[in-house]
């Protein structure tokens, strides 16, 4: 395969495992693996991708809300969440926009998710369908700001 469709790479935080997983699975041409970047380095390598996707850990509910997933929105990329069905990114996702949940349990959900995106990427229009602006609004200097100080007077 000289041109693959899909090429996905992985910035640090290489193991063992992932490096057998992928020679055992045959996904060299597929998966590329980079060195840890600087924070910026690691934007600028999002920016350039089509999709970005953040992996969050197997559990019954998705508690945390990581700050790559609002650097991804401020990016304007979309977002390939592999989460759990219930928690902070699915609502997130299902009530702004910005991308899609694949089930973390579930590998056919994480394809089913993948051609959906990838059928959006073949029609030119994957940013449009997945935009983040109304979702990054959310996450904007003046509104966080505006909670805090909300958040600090009903304390004081």
Avoid at 55 to 66: D, M, N, S, T, V
Avoid at 72 to 97: C, F, Q, W
Avoid at 107 to 119: P, R
Avoid at 144 to 149: A, K
Wanted: charged residues 20%; negative net charge.
């Amino acid at each position: 395969m000289l041109f693959p469709i899909l090429i996905v790479k992985i910035i640090g935080g290489q193991t063992c495992e992932l490096y057998n997983a992928i020679s055992e699975c045959n996904l060299q041409e597929i998966v590329q693996l980079y060195p840890p970047r600087s924070y910026l380095g690691s934007l600028s390598e999002v920016a350039s991708a089509d999709v970005a996707v953040l992996i969050e850990a197997p559990c019954e509910e998705g508690i945390f809300l990581p700050s790559k997933f609002v650097d991804y929105l401020r990016l304007g990329v979309p977002i390939m969440a592999v989460s759990p069905k219930e928690g902070t990114i699915n609502d997130v996702l299902k009530r702004s926009g910005g991308g899609m949940i694949a089930d973390n349990r579930s590998a056919q959900s994480v394809a089913e998710t993948l051609e959906v995106l990838w059928t959006y990427w073949k029609k030119g229009n994957l940013k449009e369908e997945f935009s983040s602006d109304r979702t990054v609004a959310q996450y904007s200097e003046p509104k966080v700001l505006s909670l805090y100080e909300n958040l600090f007077e009903s304390i004081l």
